[in-house]
């Protein structure tokens, strides 16, 4: 990859049907059904909705033998309704599905975590070189029918790693991390290659930003390290609904895409599965504007290290970078002041002038031409002016520039005057590549003066701003850069919602929280009560824990694994009964899904972590 000009991955091109996806092809779109697999009427409907909505590939899950024998029958209606669209298999558990479905559909997507280890226990076991060794002996003697049945019916495989279902053997040798995913891939992937079959295609998936974009970096350069260059599927996993949906899958897909990585998207949200695809083509056709832009001349920095998460180290001024949590200063050039309590920005720009009305107990930043030192308040400085910060005896002195504007005289004075923080904005097409850029010149000058990332847009429609933002912001918080945002909107989109936004990016990007965070799966063939309800309640009752993650899963395949890190969690064990969870701990077994709502609350109350909403 470049870092700073966009360029795509070249990878090998895997064969789909009359769809194929790597090498020059467009970036793929899909989703997956959430009928069961076995009412071939629904699921053909629902299948058909998809592919209106323009979807590429529509996938399945065939959790057993009957299902994936009926994958026939679905398949043969979409033809018949003259859709041409490929048919993907959903596996986990159940080679004897796979091999079936494989003989119907053009694309079977295969879990190493469960193909062949058993389901998880979440237990540690130790494992000689020789043990470790049969172990992968018996993957490969698993996957050699498959293989040979997909060669035979010219049928492609996605490996298809997820986080929260890492095999116990992989965690007791790697852990719970990024690391463990990719060897978990690898394992498999090099079986395929040997046996000389490479219509594949590959997917790291978790809920969690950091890691899924930590692990296909790592993939990408362990691909990289032995010749390989098989595409890519992305994907946020549990990504939830609304706009936490939106602004996580931007966040984490966003990043790789604008690193010129993944070749498929999958948005998944916890929503009608045709919803998912006008949101995913909305990003793609953002990130891929890109293409061709002005070249950005940029040199990264010795320290920096795309394969790590250690953030920028940068000098604490006011409550503004240091160890401090990255600030949101919201736009108020306006003049309206209404705000959402529970997503009060840290700073308001309110341009030349400080209004009457304007709230005394936000800070305030002011042009630099109309600052009168009043209290709580501090100028903001311009390119055309930066000599002035000088004479300046404020507190808190904000820099306005862009990359094009930085020379050897601003560096002089971001690395002497010690209170200034740069608002650094852009109007490049590829604004992540000018503001990385702008980021690793800083560090290659030892300057560590915290940096507010600013970006400005012109949406009158809420879904089309997140998805924007989160894919600009997210790229470079995940980088580890950015001590806070600022977005400017001239649509007509409240600036209220804007800032909600704003704090929705920055819990997406894991580098603050400022509410409740939901775990909550997309649902499929598999989910065992009625998703989109549960999760309407589950918040209704909870939005207000802000200290807590809670996940909200339709079955057991990635559940307790995808909710590692959440303190509770509500799963689908059989049709109409829940299990709950503290933390990766059953709790609770069997409750009907009528009452576990109140039953999970009963349970964040029993351990402390209850507090009542405010009135």
């Known amino acids: 990859m470049n870092f700073f000009n966009y360029k795509r991955r070249k990878t090998s091109v895997v064969n789909i049907g009359n769809t194929p996806l790597g090498g020059d092809n467009p970036i793929r779109i899909q989703s997956m059904t959430n009928t069961n697999t076995n009412d071939t009427e629904a699921s053909v409907d629902q299948i058909i909705r998809i592919i209106e909505a323009g979807g590429d590939y529509v996938r399945l899950t065939a959790q057993g033998v009957r299902e994936a024998e009926n994958l026939a029958n679905i398949k043969k209606e979409v033809r018949d309704r003259s859709y041409s669209t490929p048919l993907i298999a959903d596996i986990h558990f159940n080679p004897r599905a796979a091999e079936a479905a494989a003989k119907v559909v053009e694309k079977v997507r295969i879990n190493p975590g469960n193909f062949v280890d058993k389901v998880k226990t979440f237990a540690t076991f130790e494992y000689t070189e020789e043990e470790y060794a049969q172990e992968l002996e018996k993957i490969k003697t698993r996957l050699l029918p498959l293989i040979e049945i997909c060669k035979a019916n010219k049928t492609a495989i996605r490996i ?232 300046n005896n404020a507190a808190i002195k904000f820099l306005e520039i862009s990359y094009k504007q930085l020379c050897g005289e601003i560096i002089d004075v971001l690395q002497l005057e010690k209170n200034v923080v740069v608002i650094l904005t852009t109007d490049h097409i590829n604004g992540v590549g000018e503001q990385r850029a702008f980021i690793h010149t800083l560090m290659n000058n030892e300057c560590a003066v915290p940096v507010v990332l600013n970006r400005s847009y012109n949406e009158d429609e809420a879904e089309n701003l997140q998805i924007k933002a989160g894919a600009d912001f997210g790229t470079v918080l995940l980088d580890g850069f950015g001590n806070g945002i600022m977005i400017e909107n001239t649509g007509c989109i409240p600036q209220k919602d804007i800032d909600s936004y704003m704090f929705g990016i920055l819990q997406a990007a894991r580098v603050r929280t400022s509410k409740t965070e939901y775990i909550s799966c997309p649902g499929c063939g598999r989910t065992l009560f009625d998703l989109q309800d549960t999760v309407a309640r589950i918040k209704a009752a909870t ?30 064990a059989e049709r109409g009964k829940i299990t709950l969870y503290k933390k990766k701990q059953a709790i609770e077994k069997g409750i009907p899904s009528e009452m576990a709502v109140e039953r999970l609350i009963q349970l964040i109350k029993d351990n402390g972590d209850w507090v009542e909403p405010e009135k």
């Open 160 to 391: 298809g790693v997820n986080h929260g279902s890492l095999s116990d053997r992989i965690m007791s040798r790697y852990g719970d991390t990024p690391e463990g995913m990719v060897e978990s891939c690898m394992e498999f992937l090099r079986i395929f290659v040997e046996e000389d079959f490479t219509d594949i295609a590959i997917s790291m998936k978790t809920s969690n930003t950091v890691v899924m974009t930590m692990a296909v970096r790592l993939l990408v350069d362990k691909m990289n390290e032995e010749g390989l260059a098989f595409p890519l599927h992305l994907g946020v996993t549990e990504a939830g609904d609304g706009e936490d949906g939106r602004i996580k899958s931007a966040v984490g897909i966003g990043a790789l895409l604008s690193d010129g990585l993944g070749d498929t998207i999958r948005v998944s949200l916890s929503e009608d599965p045709e919803y998912e695809i006008p949101v995913a083509k909305k990003l793609v056709d953002y990130i891929t504007l890109r293409e061709n832009h002005p070249l950005i001349d940029g040199e990264i920095a010795d320290e920096f290290d795309i394969l790590s998460t250690d953030k920028r180290k940068t000098d604490a001024v006011g409550n503004i970078g240091g160890d401090n949590l990255p600030v949101v200063i919201s736009d108020r050039r306006n003049g309206q002041f209404n705000f959402n309590p529970h997503f009060l920005p840290d700073y308001v720009y309110v341009g030349a002038t400080l209004a009457i009305d304007a709230p005394r107990s936000i800070p305030a930043i002011i042009d630099f031409e109309g600052w009168t030192g009043e209290k709580n308040t501090y100028p903001l400085f311009r390119f055309s002016n930066y000599r002035e910060i000088y004479k």
């Open 543 to 572: 939005s207000h824990l802000k200290h807590l993650k809670i996940g909200i899963m339709g079955c057991i395949v990635n559940g307790p694994g995808e909710m590692a890190d959440a303190d509770y969690g509500y799963v689908g």
